[in-house]
Structures are given as C-alpha cells and as structure tokens.
C-alpha cells in the first residue's frame, strides 16, 4: 500500500531509462518524517563518471554528498538516475561538481548541505573540489569524509 505522501514519486519502484542529460534529470524529494531533528544523511558515489569537454574522454571521481535535510528529503532512485545522468556530460570537474550540489539545493532546500568532488588524476593532476551552503547547524556532528588524498600507485 503506498502511501499519499509518496503518491507523487514516478521512478521508485519501476524501470528508467538513464536520463540523457543532468538538465532532463528529475530529481524527486519525500517528505522529511523527522523535520524537527537535525541529523546528517550522507551519499556516496565512488562511481560518478563523466566527460571532458575538450576531449570526450571519461572523468572519474568519488562524490561525498552530505546534507541535513529541512523539510524534504532526496529520493535516492532519483538520485542515482541524476547522477548516472553525468556520463553522457561534457564538463569540467568544477562544474560538474557544483551542478550536483545546486541541483540538490535547489530540490530540497536543505539547512545545510556540503558535496566533496574527489576527482581522480587528469593530466597526472587530481582535482577536488569541495563546496558548502554555509556553517554547519549548531550541535550536528559532521564525520570526515573519508576520501584519503590521492596518493597514486606509491
């Protein structure tokens, strides 16, 4: 039985097709049951692929997203479908990076969120890119991320 709150979703629980582009992603939200708690969801995609502009050829990185939600949480189908939606995308690590981090904040609205981009070596130079909405809420424990630095075959 499913219920009202979620009779909106249209990806969880059936077939999808991979979005063509991050623009014709949809990225879904549920309700937030414990809205009045402030507490860390984490994502980690140590998969996410994309592709260089210049060249065409794949980029790799392990994205940590975290966040404490507000009143929405992400639907993680929906996520996965967006960020699969990147390997068909043309753009650099930055971009890439913070397209991800605005469309999340855009969706959900979130008291706080915070996205490590851990870009594996292009040019035998790793890129990272780290963004954050603001201060973490008082009292919320944040963990390290837990991406070590690129050390190479060493």
């Known amino acids: 039985m499913t219920e009202e709150r979620f009779s909106a979703l249209t990806q969880l629980g059936g077939s999808n097709e991979m979005p063509?582009?991050?623009?014709?992603?949809?990225l879904e939200r549920v309700p937030n049951a414990r809205a009045e708690m402030d507490y860390v969801v984490r994502f980690a995609c140590p998969e996410f692929t994309s592709l260089c502009p210049m060249t065409g050829q794949p980029d790799f990185a392990h994205l940590v997203i975290?966040?404490?939600?507000?009143?929405?949480?992400?639907?993680?189908?929906?996520?996965?479908?967006f960020l699969g939606s990147f390997r068909n995308h043309g753009s650099?690590?930055?971009?890439?990076?913070?397209?991800?981090?605005?469309?999340?904040?855009?969706?959900?609205?979130?008291?706080?969120?915070?996205?490590?981009?851990?870009?594996?070596?292009?040019?035998?130079?790793?890129?990272?890119?780290?963004?954050?909405?603001?201060?973490?809420?008082?009292?919320?424990?944040?963990?390290?991320q837990g991406v070590p630095p690129y050390r190479g075959r060493g």
């Open 92 to 144: 650099f690590h930055e971009d890439c990076t913070l397209m991800v981090a605005s469309r999340l904040v855009e969706t959900l609205s979130p008291r706080w969120l915070r996205i490590g981009g851990y870009w594996y070596p292009r040019g035998g130079i790793p890129i990272d890119v780290f963004w954050q909405t603001g201060p973490v809420p008082e009292g919320v424990w944040i963990p390290d």
């Open 20 to 26: 063509a582009s991050p623009e014709a992603a949809t």
């Open 66 to 81: 975290d966040y404490v939600p507000d009143q929405w949480l992400v639907e993680s189908k929906s996520l996965k479908l």
